[in-house]
Nanobody
Framework: QVQLVESGGGLVQPGGSLKLSCAAS????????MSWYRQAPGKQRELVAS???????NYADSVKGRFHISRDNAKNTVYLQMNSLKPEDTAVYFC??????????????WGQGTQVTVPS
């Protein structure tokens, strides 16, 4: 009954910016860590950034200083502000969340993915 829906992807020129959003809906008691992953065709899915309910963050070295993850707990939404985009950032970006649907029942959920393209 829980869905994660991403939005905000698109085509951006090198050096440009995009802001991705991921809203969780459904049977939600609370949400623990939320993360953004990305996957280019034929490549392994990689963690881009993660954030705890309290706001502690983690970033992949490749995006440090350029990307910023944030969340709005009241809206069950996580964001990824992407700046100074490079062609190597091109990938499908996936939202992930550990959702507590009921006390003692935590599950892993993935969004459907949103395409980010930075042409070279």
């Amino acid at each position: 009954q829980v869905q994660l829906v991403e939005s905000g992807g698109g085509l951006v020129q090198p050096g440009g910016s995009l802001k991705l959003s991921c809203a969780a809906s459904g049977s939600i008691f609370s949400i623990n860590a939320m993360s953004w992953y990305r996957q280019a065709p034929g490549k392994q899915r990689e963690l881009v950034a993660s954030i705890t309910p309290g706001g502690s963050t983690n970033y992949a070295d490749s995006v440090k200083g350029r990307f910023h993850i944030s969340r709005d707990n009241a809206k069950n939404t996580v964001y990824l502000q992407m700046n100074s985009l490079k062609p190597e950032d091109t990938a499908v970006y996936f939202c992930h969340a550990f959702v507590v649907v009921r006390i003692g029942n935590e599950y892993s959920y993935w969004g459907q993915g949103t395409q980010v393209t930075v042409p070279s």
